[in-house]
């Protein structure tokens, strides 16, 4: 691709949180392109496990502008996402180019320079969406290179197949661990391996109480008040009708936290050994923002000093749908488009001045 025109804006990755700022974008008279290495619509839905549910009710669910349409069971399946994702983009007839990765971006004065897979694009500012499902992490566990069993983060677990009759540890006490357990332990003999105990909402509490949650926390932090939202922990497990079933089955139980790995076993803090076919890891991610290592200084979580979504040492660089550290709830696709909205306000004001 030859593009020597400069864009006002570039957003780098086409997921839920490009397509809310595309959103905003569309609203104004900026010249914009989406840049994304995916060769499809949709993000990192279309990469998570096949039985992956929303946590709320498509209304609860939705992008600006357009409501998410509602689904028979409730909680939308990931190909409802998908579809809804490739249909907001057809409606509003956004700029995607696919696949194209960005490798690098150079600054030029007052001018990025973008090294991608077709070629060199310049822009006055970025958008970087690029999530975090690039970048699955895994805690450095003594031994982990010798383990010769089935190593897989959640990032690639796919369905259960590959587990049917193993002796399979399921590692992290977050929902992907718990819903990976709940979905492994009815073909395969699980053990849970967490670091602390795990804690669960209560039963009837989905995506749409932690978001009002999240409200109000954010509208405290804003007005100075403190704020304890009791039974409320936004990290807890959502209980989900797969880990409510799992509970019935007696098989949430931790076995706390693991030290080390031999070729065939796992040893645990308690030091009991135990031997397992296959580990998966539930265990996180970063943000994958490695692309920009030379416009901003990334810590070794993937993040970038923001302010709301601005990269505060880097003029011209805005980060969005990253989690908590780009703005309150911008992981969700509800959250997404405050910040989406703040952040093109805030490019609107910069390409002005
Ligand atoms: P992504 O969807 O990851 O999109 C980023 C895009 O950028 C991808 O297409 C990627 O390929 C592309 N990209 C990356 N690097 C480059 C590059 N260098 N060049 C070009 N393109 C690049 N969210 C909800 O709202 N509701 C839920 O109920 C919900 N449930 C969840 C349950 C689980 C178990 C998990 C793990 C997540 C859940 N999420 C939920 C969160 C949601 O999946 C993610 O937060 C969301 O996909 C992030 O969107 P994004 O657009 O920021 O990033």
């Not at 971006?105 to 499902?133: L, M, Q």
């Not at 690639?156 to 193993?166: A, M, Q, R, T, V």
């Amino acid at each position: 691709m030859v593009d020597s025109k400069i864009y006002d804006a570039v957003i780098i990755g086409g997921g839920q949180s490009s397509l809310a700022c595309a959103y905003h974008l569309r609203r104004t008279t900026l010249d914009f392109i989406i840049l994304d290495e995916q060769k499809k619509c949709g993000g990192a839905w279309l990469k998570t496990w096949d039985s992956l549910r929303l946590f709320s009710p498509a209304e609860h669910s939705s992008l600006p502008g357009w409501p998410m349409p509602k689904h028979k069971d409730g909680f939308p399946p990931k190909d409802h996402v998908i579809n809804y994702l490739c249909e907001y983009e057809k409606r509003y007839d956004f700029p995607v180019k696919r696949p194209v990765t960005v490798n690098s971006i150079a600054r030029n004065k007052e001018v990025f320079k973008i090294d991608s897979s077709s070629g060199k694009i310049s822009a006055k500012t970025i958008i970087s969406a690029t999530g975090t499902w690039k970048t699955p992490w895994i805690p450095q566990i003594k031994g982990r290179d010798k383990f010769k069993g089935i190593q897989v983060h959640s990032a690639h677990y796919k369905n259960p197949e590959i587990f049917k009759d193993k002796k399979v540890l399921v590692v992290g006490e977050g929902n992907s661990g718990a819903q990976i357990l709940a979905e492994v332990s009815k073909v395969a003999k699980t053990t849970w391996a967490t670091l602390e105990e795990p804690q669960y909402l209560p039963d009837g509490v989905d995506g749409r109480v932690l978001f009002d949650v999240a409200t109000a926390k954010y509208k405290a932090k804003k007005e100075g008040r403190s704020f304890t939202p009791k039974n409320y922990n936004l990290k807890s497990i959502v209980m989900v009708p797969a880990v409510k079933e799992a509970r019935k089955r007696g098989v949430l139980q931790s076995y706390g936290n693991i030290k080390g790995l031999t070729e065939d076993a796992v040893i645990f803090h308690n030091e009991a050994v135990k031997n397992f076919d296959a580990i998966i890891w539930c265990t996180g991610f970063k943000a994958a923002t490695g692309y920009l290592k030379n416009i901003a200084k990334i810590d070794k979580n993937g993040k970038i000093k923001t302010e709301g979504t601005r990269a505060v040492n880097s003029p011209g660089l805005w980060l969005v749908g990253y989690g908590g550290w780009t703005g309150f709830a911008s992981a969700t696709l509800i959250g997404v488009g405050r910040s989406a909205r703040a952040t093109v306000k805030e490019i609107v004001q910069y390409t002005e001045s």
